[in-house]
């Protein structure tokens, strides 16, 4: 089974940074698309930022300027850069991926989630 873990999450004061890191594990052929996204207590989860394997990224307008996604091919990793940290990026933050897998000689496609990482930003 395809399993992603994030990890980097914590409590930051408003205007600091905080970088996530995304790991998937498993039998991985490849990883197309990778994302992540949050969910705010009350609120529906929301994209953040996403980046395929050829490198292209669309960002979220309320991190755009603020945050910086990248992904290492070779590693199956994805991160996610934050500063200038608000209040209102206060969330539980999932890492989403694409991902083609081999498993008992089956060949899977699906779309993966981590179980979250929680980032509080105080005001």
């Known amino acids: 089974q395809v399993q992603l873990v994030e990890s980097g999450g914590g409590l930051v004061q408003a205007g600091g940074s905080l970088r996530l890191s995304c790991a998937a594990s498993g039998s991985i052929l490849s990883m197309t698309g990778m994302g992540w996204y949050r969910q705010a207590p009350g609120k529906q989860r929301e994209l953040v930022a996403t980046i395929t394997s050829g490198g292209s990224i669309n960002y979220a307008d309320s991190v755009k300027g603020r945050f910086t996604i990248s992904r290492d091919n070779a590693k199956n990793t994805v991160d996610l850069q934050m500063n200038s940290l608000k209040p209102e990026d206060t969330a539980v933050y999932y890492c989403?991926?694409?991902?083609?897998?081999?498993?008992?000689?089956?060949?899977?496609?699906?779309?993966?989630w981590g179980q979250g990482t929680q980032v509080t930003v105080s005001s």
């Open positions: 989403n991926g694409e991902v083609t897998s081999l498993n008992g000689g089956n060949f899977r496609r699906g779309s993966y």
